[in-house]
């Protein structure tokens, strides 16, 4: 089966960057995806990394090394409107995707 | 704002019912995925639909169900209703095509129903 671990909570403070770190014990993925998610609302896709390597978009950037089984999604500059709860996720064929359990993100004056 | 509807958006059954959960996938998107997210946690992949056919499932019983229609839109079954399966459920579509390996995937969600079993 499928297993991704993220820590259950970070705390940081505005301006300040944030990574969330994502373990997992899966293959044969096509690659691993980060959502953000709102109290309330629905996932949104931030940044996928098919490639092992740094994806950079925006303030977001993602990465991933298949040989560690381990990936992380950077926020830079965070704002106040970055609160919310982070999945990593990977994809096989036709977008069958796995989440792990989130990580909240509080952000702080 | 993703496309993606999902109604009703609240509905409390009790327990041994039956409900019936819709969405309206993305305008092109021929593929649409059920998810269930408990409090707390990720979603977990219920089912995909794709052309109106189910490809591919997880960890869930019979009595879970669903159907896609020739416009794409989707819905969800659940029979016998227990009290774990409150949740939030989600629906996610995307475009896809047979024999052509996803290179980058993304799922566009609904904000869900939130189903409350009494």
């Known amino acids: 089966g499928q297993s991704l671990e993220q820590p259950s909570e970070v705390t940081a403070v505005e301006g300040a960057i944030v990574q969330i770190n994502c373990t997992y014990q899966t293959s044969g993925f096509y690659g691993l995806s980060w959502y953000q998610q709102h109290d309330g609302g629905a996932p949104t896709f931030l940044s996928y990394n098919a490639l092992d390597g740094l994806e950079e978009t925006g303030r977001f950037s993602s990465f991933l090394s298949r040989s560690d089984s381990y990936g992380y999604l950077l926020l830079q500059e965070l704002q106040m409107k970055d609160s919310a709860s982070y999945f990593c996720?990977?994809?096989?064929?036709?977008?069958?995707?796995?989440f792990g359990s989130g990580t909240k993100l509080n952000v702080k004056p | 704002e993703t496309g993606v509807t999902q109604s009703p958006t609240h509905l409390i059954k009790t327990r041994g019912q039956q409900v019936t959960l819709r969405c309206s996938s993305q305008s092109g998107h021929n593929t649409v995925s059920w998810y269930q997210q408990a409090l707390g946690q990720g979603p977990q992949f219920i089912f995909q639909y794709y052309r109106e056919e189910e490809n591919g499932r997880g960890n869930f019983p019979p009595r879970f169900s669903g159907l896609q229609f020739p416009n794409y839109s989707s819905e969800l079954n659940v029979n016998a209703l227990e009290l774990d399966d409150s949740a939030l459920y989600l629906c996610?579509?995307?475009?896809?095509?047979?024999?052509?390996?996803?290179?980058?995937?993304?799922?566009?969600f609904g904000a869900g129903t939130r189903l409350s079993v009494l």
């Open positions: 996610a579509s995307s475009s896809l095509f047979k024999g052509q390996q996803t290179k980058k995937n993304i799922q566009y």
């Open positions: 996720a990977v994809g096989y064929n036709f977008n069958k995707f796995y």
